[in-house]
């Protein structure tokens, strides 16, 4: 029998450190009162310049940008895939992570929501290793994004 349920392939994307394994991935959520299943493909680059390959872009419905707030070079990191995939449209959704460390924050939230706005997404900062709920809400807004695109 087949499925009803929506399915949506994510590729979490982001320099080495930025704590891209620390989010609970839960493989099931409501967007809109809508069951989406979906599939997490954390990619692990070994060195910051090691950007993602077109197998992996061409894979995913949409990208989860993270980069750390306490880690500027990871900033940079997004910066550059954001050149390749400049000519596409595939959603994407940017998370500041580690924002339980504002002591030692090299990237401020203005400068974040800055790129959101360059990348026509949305943004928001998250302490994965602490905090579940909004790290919940981050794959909702990436899952709403491709849905609302495939709506297009
Ligand atoms: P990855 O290379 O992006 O997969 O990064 P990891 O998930 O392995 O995390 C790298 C380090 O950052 C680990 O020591 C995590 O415990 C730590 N880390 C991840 N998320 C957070 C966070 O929200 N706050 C803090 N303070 N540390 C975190
Ligand atoms: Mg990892």
Known sequence: KKSSLTEVKVAVIGAPGVGKSETR????VLVDGEPVLYEILDTCPKNEDD????EIIN????LLFVYSITNRRSFTFLKRVGTLIA???????????????????????????????DFECGFSEVAAA???????VVF???CRAVLAARRK
């Open 25 to 28: 991935y839960k493989h099931e």
């Open 51 to 54: 950007l993602p390959s077109s």
């Open 59 to 62: 894979w995913a419905d949409g």
């Open 87 to 117: 000519d596409s449209d595939i959603p994407v959704y940017i998370v500041g992570n580690k924002n339980d460390m504002v002591h030692l924050r090299e990237v401020s939230a203005e400068e974040g929501a800055m790129l959101a706005r």
């Open 130 to 136: 602490e905090q579940v709920a909004p790290v919940a």
């Open 140 to 142: 909702q807004e990436i």
